[in-house]
């Protein structure tokens, strides 16, 4: 779920509203600036030019001063011979010292951007380190995750609850790191000090605690699998633990659970109904859950919820749909816990298969929010209970810019990468016409990019190949053009014609047309007219599938 529309909602024009005030809509009137280039450009030699390895983040957290202080080791393999790198920290952070090798090094500070300068060249294939220490007082996130920072809030009872969400925003937001989606660090060791009776959850798996003698506790906490730099997280409260095991695919899959100990019934009462349910569906749909190394977890947040990898952010309140409301307005939605549902899901979509670059982030949204629908189909055991719910969500989809956003410049594209997005999956399942093939399709997806980053180009391309279906226009058309296309029809003296109307050239898309009472049949239609083989077929009787199909229809 993405932090600049988290599904934040009271009725359907709340959504979009909040699709357009959020989505950082690409308009004629958008100006990059340096900034934006700095931390959005994959591709620049002082970022391209080492692979991050590993990460020993070490940070401890003054609640009271709301001020943060500690240290990053990086860990990397040189790609080709250099003399300086980038990494990233936002400019309000303050860097102590750069240490290498035992000496400190010189830097330049450019907007959110650190210029580190080597004593000598670091030949290729070299593998290094060098530790960044840093404090101050980070961003303090208003309204999270929908803004990116730190939260600093309490609970009922009056004691801090701290939780860092930067999806979007950054990681570097809150510590150092090379913050960029394309290069995920292979692992990382999480050390969180907070004051004691307090206690911090992070990603992966608890290795130690240590009480640090200085009225502080550390805890550790170690990820063996690649992990994109907004997953990592520091929740911070008086927790409570309990746990359970699910026998999926792979083995054993530990299950934690980390709440406010006034909340550990409905917890687990809440946590037991859905939690299995929803492994049991997406490891149908998708595959094996991709992080059995690090387990799977939930952590009750002072925010909405956040997709951060084995340690999923949990804030809806313990209630089924999104805090109490069916997105859909099918009631399809109200049976089940969204945000269990939609955050975990992105684990597939999101944490295992990540997008190289923001723009397109309709990888990590459109998958996970058709999830949603797959989980009621594999839930309900009804395929047309999915599609109902999919089909409802398009009430909230604005047609307001193309889903794929601008590259290079962390820019991602509209709000409508979540429900026309998924609207554009069911889509694709119909035109395959064949269940175990699409079924077959989204868990290759998770085998063949299995820990990796992608493009568009590459997922579709899998798509394509794997479906024997070139469905590349379709693509272009949904992510990359705002408006839908159009399918006319001309009835003229007992001819009749077909065509579409689109952006993209040499527009092709297979529909379901019947007349009235009979079945569904395909036509292959294109931007030109091509007559309709249907005998019968009038004005009156025809019927197009708009249920599965988001399209227009014109009858002239």
């Not at 009922?156 to 930067?166: I, N």
């Not at 906490?221 to 927790?239: L, S, T």
């Not at 089924?320 to 307005?329: A, I, K, V, W």
């Amino acid at each position: 779920m993405k932090i600049t529309i988290k599904y934040v909602l009271m009725t359907v024009c709340v959504v979009c509203s909040a699709i357009a005030s959020k989505a950082q809509l690409l308009t004629p009137r958008d100006k990059f600036s340096r900034a934006d280039s700095l931390h959005g450009n994959q591709n620049a030699p002082m970022r391209t030019c080492y692979d991050i390895n590993y990460y020993h983040l070490d940070v401890k957290f003054d609640i009271d001063k709301k001020f943060i202080s500690g240290s990053t080791q990086f860990k990397f393999t040189a790609t080709r011979d250099f003399q300086k790198l980038q990494f990233d920290l936002f400019a309000n952070l303050n860097i102590e010292k750069v240490v290498y090798k035992g000496k400190e090094l010189p830097y330049k500070r450019e907007f959110n951007a650190v210029f580190l300068t080597f004593p000598r060249d670091i030949p290729k294939d070299t593998k290094d380190e060098f530790t960044v220490y840093y404090s101050g007082n980070p961003t303090i996130a208003k309204r999270a995750p929908w803004d990116g920072g730190v939260v600093f809030t309490t609970d009922s009872l009056g004691k801090p609850w701290v939780a860092t969400a930067c999806e979007g925003v950054g990681a570097s937001i809150w510590w150092p790191n090379k913050d960029q989606l394309t290069d995920e660090v292979d692992s990382i060791l999480i050390s969180v000090s907070v004051p004691q009776g307090l206690k911090d959850v992070s990603n992966g798996r608890l290795r130690k605690v240590t009480d640090m003698k200085d009225g502080y506790t550390k805890f550790d906490w170690f990820v063996g699998n690649p992990i994109n730099n907004y997953d990592v997280e520091a929740n911070i409260a008086d927790y409570v633990h309990f746990d359970d095991t699910y026998m999926g695919e792979n083995g054993k899959l530990t299950l934690d659970y980390w709440v406010l100990p006034y909340n550990l019934a409905r917890a687990k009462k809440q946590f037991g109904a859905n939690v299995k349910p929803m492994l049991k569906a997406f490891e149908y749909w998708f595959g094996p859950y991709p992080f059995y190394k690090d387990g799977y977890k939930l952590v009750e947040t002072p925010h909405l919820g956040m997709e951060h990898q084995s340690g999923v952010a949990y804030g809806n309140k313990y209630r089924n749909g999104y805090l109490g409301r069916d997105l859909s307005g099918t009631g399809k939605g109200l049976n089940w816990d969204f945000i269990v549902v939609h955050e975990s899901g992105h684990e597939w979509f999101g944490n295992n298969i990540t997008d190289k670059d923001n723009a397109d982030m309709w990888i990590h949204e459109g998958f996970t929010n058709y999830s949603e629908s797959l989980f009621i189909e594999n839930w309900t055991g009804s395929k047309e209970a999915g599609q109902e719910y999919v089909h409802g969500t398009r009430r909230a989809i604005a047609n307001d810019e193309p889903i794929i956003g601008i590259y290079g410049v962390n820019k991602e594209g509209s709000g409508d990468m979540y429900y026309k997005g998924g609207n554009l999956l069911n889509m694709v399942r119909t035109i395959i016409n064949d269940d175990e093939k699409w079924r077959g399709i989204l868990r290759g997806l998770n085998k063949t990019f299995y820990h990796q980053t992608v493009t568009t180009e590459q997922v579709v391309e899998y798509i394509n190949t794997q479906s024997g279906i070139n469905l590349t226009s379709i693509f272009d058309q949904y992510l990359r053009y705002k408006n839908i296309p159009t399918l006319e029809f001309r009835f003229e003296n007992g001819r009749v014609v077909a065509r579409w109307i689109a952006d993209v050239n040499g527009f092709k898309m297979p529909v379901r047309i019947r007349s009235k009472g009979g079945e569904y049949k395909f036509i292959n239609v294109s931007t030109r007219f091509t007559p309709v083989d249907m005998a019968g077929l009038t004005k009156d009787n025809l019927e197009v599938d708009t249920f599965n199909y988001y399209i227009g229809v014109l009858v002239d």
